[in-house]
């Protein structure tokens, strides 16, 4: 007999005590489906590993500042731990949690042999320089050194981070280790050992999985329309591809605004406007519009591509698309997603939708330990027939249990993981 899982929070509501209460919620139903026994579903819903650390700045004026950063790793059972690092100031133990939590389903959803991590810094990158992120983030990975390493738990970029950070996470653990370790890291630069096709990942991912979503709804891309929220990493590259594949993009936004165009925004010129301003604000062959309204226009696909929690009960009865795609990590909340079910809304999970990133992390991974790198036509080509055959095989699991595709893929990989708890056995 199952019980539910309530969470053991460490911050007030409002920022990542929701995104763990969803994530909570979601293993409640798979395990109440698998009928997973009440110690089993609290070995899932429980951290392995938690990680505080505290990271003493030398601010560039002189001060000293200190800032708080963790690691989460939520399961073991498939393989190393894998997930990003973000650096935010809205991070907290909770939202890594549920992060390190959705990483896990992830990674067993698309049969990746990692379990879950996550890693984070409460900080806003944008006020400080360049030299006091190299600081804060070499201070980070000293610290959590003993729970690193490419058999242990390897990080990535996330939110706010980048190659570069990466780099410098790679460089701290070689010279503490003595040796280069390439594979302790992923999302690097390709001169020390990234690969290609690494930094668009995640946004191919969301495309292949949408085009194949519009194909199962009789949508022709070139007779559809979208609309992005978040022009970040994700968003962007997602914008630009689904752009690339006839889908008209009308509207897209970021942390600063939003802009529109019935008739279609013009990604490569929007592209060249925010590397030259930072913001889709301003640019010149749009209107303007409220941030909020790209959540609810009259598209046939809408991509979350920012943060956690954007879709709420709030919002979700405004929203008009046919199909959600979730770019970012918990988008849609426990009760956006009931009210979607019972509308018909088809939305595509965040453990499917943005997968990309850590497949061909996982391709950087065996390329790193093989010292043998494949081409970008190669990555790109397996990248797609893992997103593809696990799209065909959730949407069979859904029809098949009559589970909504969220629930078919949290079913999925809970019971891979389960699965694997019990062959391993517990010691002692």
Not at 121 to 146: C, G, K, Q
Not at 385 to 412: C, D, F, H, N, P
Request: glycine fraction near 10%; proline fraction near 5%.
């Amino acid at each position: 007999m199952t019980t539910s899982i309530t969470p053991d929070v460490d911050d007030g509501p409002g920022t990542g005590r929701e995104a763990l209460e969803n994530a909570l919620s979601q293993l409640n139903s798979a395990a109440a489906i698998l009928g997973l026994d009440h110690g089993q579903h609290q070995m899932l819903a429980n951290a392995r590993r938690e990680t505080r650390v505290s990271i003493p700045l030398h601010r560039d004026s002189g001060e000293t500042e200190v800032l708080t950063g963790y690691r989460v790793q939520h399961n073991f059972s498939r393989g190393p731990s894998k997930g990003g690092l973000r650096y935010s100031p809205h991070v907290t133990l909770d939202e890594i949690r549920a992060l390190a939590m959705w990483m896990t389903w992830k990674c067993a959803l698309l049969d990746v042999p990692y379990g879950g991590a996550k890693g984070g810094i409460a900080i806003d990158p944008r006020h400080y320089s360049r030299a006091e992120l190299e600081r804060v983030t070499r201070r980070y990975t000293s610290e959590m050194i003993p729970v690193l390493g490419p058999e242990r738990d390897i990080p990535a970029p996330d939110i706010g981070t980048d190659e570069q950070t990466m780099a410098w996470m790679m460089d701290t653990y070689s010279v503490n280790t003595g040796h280069t370790v390439p594979g302790v890291v992923t999302g690097k630069p390709i001169s020390v050992g990234g690969s290609l096709g690494r930094s668009s990942a995640t946004s191919r991912g969301v495309v292949h999985v949408a085009l194949e979503a519009l194909a199962h709804q009789h949508l022709r891309p070139a007779q559809s329309t979208a609309a992005v929220q978040g022009f970040g990493k994700v968003g962007s590259y997602a914008a630009q591809f689904l752009s690339e594949s006839d889908i008209k993009v009308q509207s897209v936004s970021d942390q600063y605004g939003a802009i529109h165009c019935a008739d279609g925004l013009d990604i490569p010129a929007l592209m060249a406007h925010t590397d030259l301003t930072g913001s889709v604000v301003g640019f010149a062959k749009a209107d303007s519009i409220d941030p909020q309204e790209v959540l609810t226009l009259p598209v046939d696909l809408l991509v979350p591509a920012a943060v956690e929690g954007v879709l709420n009960r709030t919002n979700a009865g405004a929203v008009q698309a046919k199909i959600i795609v979730e770019g970012a990590n918990g988008p849609t909340t426990t009760e956006a997603d009931r009210i979607f079910a019972d509308r018909g809304t088809i939305v595509v999970p965040d453990i499917l939708a943005n997968a990309g990133g850590v497949i061909v992390s996982y391709f950087e991974w065996v390329q790193g330990n093989q010292a043998y790198w494949w081409t970008a036509e190669e990555v790109d080509d397996r990248l797609g027939q893992r997103m593809i055959g696990a799209w065909t095989k959730l949407v069979a699991t859904s029809e098949r249990l009559s589970l909504s595709l969220r629930e078919a893929a949290t079913v999925t990989a809970v019971k891979r993981v389960a699965e694997a708890h019990a062959i391993r056995g517990r010691y002692p």
